[in-house]
């Protein structure tokens, strides 16, 4: 798990999964047409079994953090929510998530602030989860600059270790070192990895 209550995906998220089938281009151009466009919208705002609407999950647009944007038009929008560019664009939020993927060309990143903090402690205190960052590595420079990461990019390991293991003592340092390392090496079965100092027979003993 990573410690943040927002997770980082898409505004496909938002959207039913038919109308993404084929790809980006095929979802892009089925949501040109007023009447597939109507059917969508009206998914967008009714809860569903068959797939996971991350929209209604967070509860409102307000909670829908914009931050992944190909097209230089739209990178001033980066940072803003779903429903501050609603607001701007004089649109419902779901006619503005379509023509933001529409307008730059991919599912456009997206932060959803879903989790409760509470719900995020007592599962750090559950000794089997391990963690992870859950982000793809980026260098900061260049034109990685031009996007927004989710902070678990690089705060996710030092936030375990310096606010929930050292600052509010949830678990013991040691746990949370061997839960970012040794734990997830094991349950990879990578072989002697994330202990230091163990030899082979002691590393058995871990498994």
């Given at each position: 798990?990573?410690?943040?209550?927002?997770?980082?995906?898409?505004?496909?998220?938002?959207?039913?999964?038919?109308?993404?089938?084929?790809?980006?281009?095929?979802?892009?151009?089925?949501?040109?047409?007023?009447?597939?466009?109507?059917?969508?919208?009206?998914?967008?705002?009714?809860?569903?079994?068959?797939?996971?609407?991350?929209?209604?999950?967070?509860?409102?647009?307000?909670?829908?953090?914009?931050?992944?944007?190909?097209?230089?038009?739209?990178?001033?929008?980066?940072?803003?929510?779903?429903?501050?560019?609603?607001?701007?664009?004089?649109?419902?939020?779901?006619?503005?998530?379509?023509?933001?993927?529409?307008?730059?060309?991919?599912?456009?990143?997206?932060?959803?602030?879903?989790?409760?903090?509470?719900?995020?402690?007592?599962?750090?205190?559950?000794?089997?989860?391990?963690?992870?960052?859950?982000?793809?590595?980026?260098?900061?420079?260049?034109?990685?600059?031009?996007?927004?990461?989710?902070?678990?990019?690089?705060?996710?390991?030092?936030?375990l270790l310096g606010k929930y293991a050292g600052d509010e003592?949830?678990?013991?340092?040691?746990?949370?070192?061997?839960?970012?390392?040794?734990?997830?090496?094991?349950?990879?079965?990578?072989?002697?990895?994330?202990?230091?100092?163990?030899?082979?027979?002691?590393?058995?003993?871990?498994?």
């Open positions: 798990m990573y410690t943040y209550t927002a997770a980082e995906t898409g505004l496909d998220a938002t959207m039913p999964l038919w109308v993404q089938e084929g790809g980006y281009d095929a979802w892009a151009g089925r949501m040109k047409d007023p009447e597939i466009r109507k059917r969508v919208i009206r998914e967008m705002r009714t809860p569903s079994k068959e797939w996971e609407n991350n929209l209604l999950a967070a509860g409102s647009p307000d909670n829908v953090l914009l931050v992944g944007f190909k097209n230089d038009a739209l990178k001033p929008l980066t940072g803003k929510t779903l429903a501050e560019v609603a607001k701007l664009r004089g649109k419902s939020p779901e006619e503005t998530a379509i023509d933001l993927v529409i307008e730059d060309g991919s599912r456009v990143g997206t932060v959803y602030f879903l989790m409760s903090e509470e719900n995020v402690r007592r599962e750090i205190t559950l000794p089997w989860v391990s963690f992870g960052a859950d982000e793809s590595p980026q260098a900061p420079e260049g034109i990685f600059l031009k996007s927004n990461p989710h902070p678990r990019a690089y705060g996710n390991f030092a936030r003592k949830l678990i013991p340092l040691t746990e949370a070192v061997r839960r970012l390392a040794a734990l997830p090496a094991q349950n990879l079965s990578l072989d002697h990895r994330g202990l230091s100092g163990q030899s082979s027979e002691s590393a058995d003993r871990f498994r």
